[in-house]
């Protein structure tokens, strides 16, 4: 596994600060959690967003797929899409992917999710299962 120090952010340009994501968010902004359940993970979420496995990217956020997410499906020409992991090491491969099936408007949360608690911005609780939506 490759160490922290050495893993590399190639869509930085891409990334936005926490708060300016809120910001998006409260514009009606679509986001996507592409965080994996994992035990040790930060709990909760952003309100509002879609959950997306890292491994069925392709065909779930593919224009041309018949397993596209209605959300996207649905989305405005040039609608703003913000994507968050658990860290933006965890996005920055999501973006590239939204990045090649042509979507404009696309960020990522620097520092994902550990940093958008930090800052202590709206999270929603995780629902148990069979609790109602």
Not at 80 to 105: A, H, M, Q, T, W
Not at 115 to 133: D, I, K, S, T
Request: proline share 9%; glycine share 8%; charged share 30%.
């Amino acid at each position: 596994m490759t160490s922290p120090e050495t893993r590399v952010v190639h869509h930085a340009d891409q990334l936005i600060e926490p708060d300016a994501a809120e910001r998006k968010r409260r514009s009606g902004a679509l986001f996507i959690d592409v965080r994996r359940d994992r035990p040790e993970a930060p709990q909760g979420g952003i309100e509002g967003a879609v959950k997306v496995a890292k491994d069925h990217a392709d065909e779930l956020l593919d224009p041309a797929s018949p397993n596209l997410i209605p959300q996207l499906a649905d989305l405005p020409e040039g609608a703003e899409i913000v994507v968050f992991c658990n860290s933006e090491f965890g996005s920055d491969p999501v973006i590239r992917k939204l990045n090649d099936f042509g979507y404009r408007n696309v960020s990522h949360v620097r520092g994902g999710f550990a940093r958008w608690q930090a800052e202590a911005l709206p999270v929603v609780e995780p629902r148990l299962p069979g609790e109602a939506q």
